[in-house]
């Protein structure tokens, strides 16, 4: 996408901005008429102020820039112009000749980034088609009273109104939200049906002048640092570049002079690397065919470098190098890795994409990027003090779920009413993923709760709090199918029309409702939209161990938010920051039906490859799970690796009749099955007894009477997590509370002693406490 | 200091992993193995190597082509239906199944450009075969030039590119066949996915204009071609046509126009029927296309 870069000035101050439909940004500038609409249709008070317009002037750059080098451009003059102009007020050649300093300053700099010569013209090539009003040549001077309009005033705001009311519920329904423009064109569509299709871009950029959305490069662009050189067209020369550069080509540079003819073929003599089949669209290297090389041989058709070329050549050589910080995906927070470049026909240059968010939609580095600014709001969110334990009484809580909640409530209560420190906005810190690597630290809360503890129940009262406060709630899940589980629970709770669930591929992508369930890679698409950010499973896939939805989850959040992380298994950065006390916590270490968690026993057995060759297994093993059978159980056997799944399925099929089960009641899954669902459902009503699996199944499965086998427990895949992760499948079901869970393996490895400290661990926090019920004889299952 | 920040961040245990390829497609490492591939060059072999052995086992292959002309494995009505056929031959590289329409959407729609080499790669199967099928040895050999069908400007600026103009640069690349433009899309028309039949043979016509500036260029190779022809016929004193005669000088007059899917033909016909009538007698066309539905 091309955007148009240009500075409003107004008694000699000046403003650098960049427009995605600039006809939008003329008419706003230009005529007032339309303006006095727009602010009217826009809600906003005609303050007189706003809409004099006796000084105002554009300084326009006429040819339209990719849109991240816009933005750089916009970003880069404002940082001058602020430098600057405390001391003086800047003239409009002074204007005019940044403009054009900024543009090729800032291509160049993209370019470089692109790793490529920084010489190939990214100019418009003729593939790219530039709607709107034509832009004057060069960069030009336009004041409202050299504007001539064809239509009368009244239809001149009449349009504006129109314009205005249409950004004004634009920006409503995009409050929060960060979207590409096909996203925000498909919520537009269903929220302004009287729209028409090719306005809303005009009725987004009206927002923007509105200040109620911002509109961004996808990618974050690299934007020059430091002074390049002196500016000013009383004295153009004045750097030490510029004087070189005039030395070497004997032209006014910056200034719009041509080149001689003379000097241009001398000029293209130097530079002759650049092969192009048509003028303006630059071959990679890899793409350059014999065509690209060949055709140009009578030199009709072959284009020679423009002046940039030469200045970028003299500029890398002579001049101080141009920095710049890196280009980073605004949306996933990804930065140079996961960035592919390749020639775009949208902007005409060699344009970088973001590959992590790519299932997500395509952010180029010249695509918009469409972000509502969160609500206004008055004062702080406040929740009374009186209102906790009746919220708490609501729910019907466990004595451990009721402490632990009632924590976070306090916590969150707090926090919510405490101003944030400083200006800690997220815009400014979009790179802090990859210095840091996790989250932010500030108002987080760890609720540490027991595989089986009723986590779901305990986030009731804190849903409930925030919404009765007027504030917003998002619950994120790593998985699709916990999403739909989840969501006629919460409907029930909190009414279906305050809840939007969002998930791949549902139907429901429309403002922020107040209350949203999501799966976590939803959460690239929202920007500081929630007072309340609720992330179940932290520590699972995909969530652990991918920046990027960190990153996400961090941003959906208000600034004056609060995060609250749930989980059984926290990972061990979390674990030692709630002992040095940088992160609150509350723990429930008891399961909901009050009795401990099993705790796991070693078994020494061979290693599994060792299993699967021979085709033996231990009579120790096959001991142990007959045990097992024979006391009515269903058995998890976990395995490492997919492949042994199904393998080791095989080999106790053939010893089925050993373990006393019949061949029929074992089966093997990971997963690679596209017949897991069927497996696990028979699993759970008992046709099948015996399942052999990957930590696939780790989470989220409850199968009463469970015992809880793990081969091969010493191997690497197995950490801490995984491992108390899968002993929780055992003993969940109040009838039967008690299970087996079984260390098998070579070796005791860290992990396993971790994992089996951390049970121990609970187990003796709820005796403390007084949570565990006392273990009675009918209770107690026969284990023999 | 520099070099010392380095040095211990530097993350030594790569030094003995096992090394470990990504698969372009569904993104799972793997250890790569060898697959058989119907195709012989290099490079594009290469490319489909980086394929899991999973997603390399899912390519539909046309390997036998039963319509001597569209290059379907199955009886083909479209091309007994047609009256004027443009070009000579058109083949396919694989079958449009679920499986390969998955594919495309990904680098089509989704943007995901890492899949470019592989499709290219693929496509050059088709080349290959074709290029056997007119008797050459060398696809680079075989035809002198190569074009792909345009997009509108309104879509290729949605899109940022043209999947057919991509994929042929890369084969140019590959085999050495020049590649020019030589087409414009003049008339935007809907989604060629989303119609009928009888729709897109009606809807085709006039959509392409022959591209003023290329077609020149055409022109005057065919002239040094010519000129070539010429000298070698004067040369050997033989009645031979320059285009069999192996090696230099490049005969120019197979022009490859390449497109992501065939359906019905009908905007293979229609690319072929322009070029036809810009470039006058002297020249044949051949179609090239990744997928045959």
């Known amino acids: 996408m091309l955007a148009v870069l240009y500075m409003v000035g107004n008694g000699g101050k000046w403003e650098a901005r960049w427009t995605a439909a600039w006809e939008a940004d003329r008419r706003f500038w230009l005529d007032s008429e339309f303006r006095l609409g727009v602010l009217e249709g826009g809600g906003e008070r005609d303050e007189s102020g706003k809409t004099e317009t006796g000084g105002l002037r554009l300084a326009v750059l006429g040819e339209p820039l990719p849109l991240g080098v816009a933005e750089a451009a916009a970003t880069w003059l404002m940082e001058r112009v602020e430098r600057t102009g405390a001391r003086k007020a800047g003239t409009d050649e002074e204007a005019l000749f940044l403009l054009k300093e900024a543009a090729i300053v800032c291509r160049e700099l993209a370019d470089e980034g692109a790793k490529r010569r920084p010489g190939f013209r990214s100019g418009v090539p003729p593939g790219v088609p530039f709607a709107g009003v034509p832009l004057p040549r060069g960069a ?54 009287e729209m028409k299709r090719e306005e809303w871009l005009m009725a987004v950029q009206t927002a923007c002048l509105l200040g109620r959305v911002e509109l961004r490069s996808a990618l974050e662009p690299r934007v020059p640092t430091g002074r390049l050189m002196q500016a000013g067209p009383r004295n153009p020369a004045g750097s030490r570049i510029l004087t070189k550069m005039r030395i070497l080509t004997g032209m006014r540079i910056l200034t719009g002079m041509r080149i001689p003819a003379k000097r241009r073929l001398l000029a293209g003599s130097h530079f002759s690397t650049g092969q ?49 910080g890196s280009l980073h995906c605004r949306r996933c927070g990804s930065g140079e890795k996961s960035l592919r470049r390749s020639p775009c026909a949208s ?48 729910w019907k809580l466990s004595p451990a779920q009721r402490e632990a909640s009632a924590q976070a409530l306090a916590f969150i209560r707090e926090s919510l009413g405490r101003p944030k420190i400083g200006e800690e906005r997220i815009i400014g810190e979009d790179r802090r993923f990859e210095k840091e690597g996790r989250f932010a630290t500030d108002r987080r809360f760890l609720l540490w709760a027991v595989t089986g503890a009723g986590k779901t129940e305990m986030i009731f009262p804190l849903l409930d709090a925030v919404l009765l406060a007027g504030g917003r709630a998002l619950v994120a899940t790593p998985r699709r199918d916990v999403v739909l589980e989840l969501a006629p629970r919460l409907a029930r709770a909190f009414g279906e029309d305050r809840l939007s669930v969002r998930y791949g591929g549902s139907p429901d992508r429309k403002r922020i409702a107040p209350l949203t369930l999501a799966t976590t890679h939803q959460l690239l698409r929202f920007r500081e939209a929630f007072d309340l950010v609720l992330i179940d499973e932290l520590d699972a896939f995909p969530f652990h ?62 290693e599994l490859s060792r299993m699967l060759r021979t085709g033996r297994l231990p009579a120790r093993l096959i001991r142990a799970l007959r045990r097992s059978v024979a006391a009515g159980s269903s058995l998890f056997v976990f395995v490492p690796y997919v492949r042994q799944a199904e393998a080791f399925a095989d080999l106790l099929r053939r010893h089925a009749s050993m373990l006393g089960l019949e061949a029929g009641q074992i089966a093997g899954t990971s997963s690679r099955d596209a017949d897991r669902g069927r497996k696990v459902q028979s699993f759970r009503n008992r046709e099948v007894r015996l399942l052999v699996a990957t930590t696939i199944l780790e989470r989220g499965v409850t199968v009463p009477r469970s015992d809880v086998f793990i081969l091969d427990a010493d191997n690497a895949m197995f950490d801490e997590t995984a491992l108390v992760q899968m002993a929780g499948r055992a003993g969940r079901s109040a009838e039967a509370p008690d299970g087996r869970v079984v260390f098998a393996g070579r070796h005791m490895t860290a992990a396993q002693r ?31 | 200091m520099r070099l010392l920040h380095r040095l211990r961040t530097m993350d030594w245990s790569r030094w003995l992993r096992a090394e470990l390829a990504h698969c372009p497609v569904c993104g799972r490492a793997f250890r790569p193995v060898a697959v058989p591939l119907p195709v012989a060059s290099g490079q594009p072999r290469r490319e489909l190597g980086a394929l899991c052995p999973d997603c390399a086992d899912r390519i539909p292959w046309i390997l036998a082509p039963l319509c001597k002309v569209c290059g379907r494995p199955e009886r083909c ?19 449009y199944d679920g499986t390969m329409r ?87 028309t809907d989604k060629m996915s989303f119609k009928s039949r009888s729709e897109r043979l009606t809807d085709v016509r006039g959509i392409f204009s022959p591209d003023p500036l290329i077609a020149a260029v055409l022109v005057r190779r065919s002239h040094s071609v010519a000129a070539c022809a010429r000298q070698s016929l004067s040369a050997a004193g033989s009645g031979r046509r320059p285009p069999v005669s192996g090696n230099s000088p490049r005969p120019l007059y197979r022009i490859l126009i390449v497109d992501d899917v065939y359906t019905t033909g009908s905007t293979m016909n229609e690319a072929s029927r322009i070029l036809k009538g810009a470039l006058g007698a002297g020249f044949e066309l051949f179609g090239l296309t990744w997928a045959r539905s």
């Open chain 1, 140 to 193: 030009a001077l336009l004041t409202p009273d050299g504007q001539r309009w064809a239509e009368d005033e009244k239809s001149r705001r009449d349009y504006g109104r129109r314009l205005g009311r249409f950004a004004r519920r634009a920006a409503d329904c995009l409050a929060g939200q960060s979207l590409l423009p096909e996203e925000a064109q498909r919520v537009l569509a269903d929220e302004l049906p």
């Open chain 1, 276 to 324: 192009r089949m048509q003028e303006g669209t630059h071959i990679p290297k890899e793409q350059r065919t014999r065509a690209g090389t060949r055709i140009p041989e009578g030199g009709r058709f072959f284009s020679l470098p423009r002046p940039e070329r030469v200045q970028s050549f003299i500029r890398r050589w002579f001049g101080r190098p141009v920095r710049g």
């Open chain 1, 347 to 394: 902007c005409g240059r060699v344009c970088a994409v973001c590959e992590a968010c790519l299932t997500m939609g395509r952010c180029r580095e010249c695509e918009l990027l469409i972000i509502g600014r969160p609500e206004r709001r008055a004062g702080r969110l406040a929740i009374p003090e009186g209102s906790l334990e009746p919220l708490l009484d609501r």
């Open chain 1, 545 to 606: 161990g991918d920046p990027m939805l960190k990153f996400a989850a961090d941003k959906a959040r208000r600034t004056d938010g609060v995060t609250v992380l749930l989980t059984a298994t926290p990972p061990r950065e979390l674990q030692r920051d709630v002992r040095k006390g940088r992160l609150p916590c509350a723990r429930v270490p008891v399961r909901y039906h009050g009795y401990p968690l099993p705790e796991p026993r070693r078994l020494r057995l061979p």
């Open chain 1, 754 to 784: 971790r994992a089996i400290r951390h049970i121990r661990g609970m187990n003796r926090l709820a005796r403390e406490k007084g949570y565990l019920v006392r273990l009675t004889g009918s209770a107690r299952r026969e284990t023999g």
């Open chain 2, 77 to 95: 009505e479209d091309c007994r239906r047609r009256r004027e056929t443009h070009f000579v031959v058109s083949r396919s590289a694989v079958r």
């Open chain 2, 102 to 188: 998955e594919w495309l959407a990904l680098y089509k729609y989704r943007g995901a450009e890492r899949l470019e080499p592989v499709l290219a790669a693929m496509l050059a199967h088709a080349l290959e075969r074709m290029a056997a099928e007119l008797g050459f040895d060398e696809p680079g050999k075989a035809f002198g030039m190569m074009t792909a069908v345009p997009l509108s400007d309104e879509r290729l600026a949605e899109r940022g590119f043209n999947q057919a103009e991509r994929l042929a640069r890369r084969l140019a690349g590959w085999y050495g066949i020049p590649f020019a433009p030589l087409l414009r899309r003049i008339r935007h």
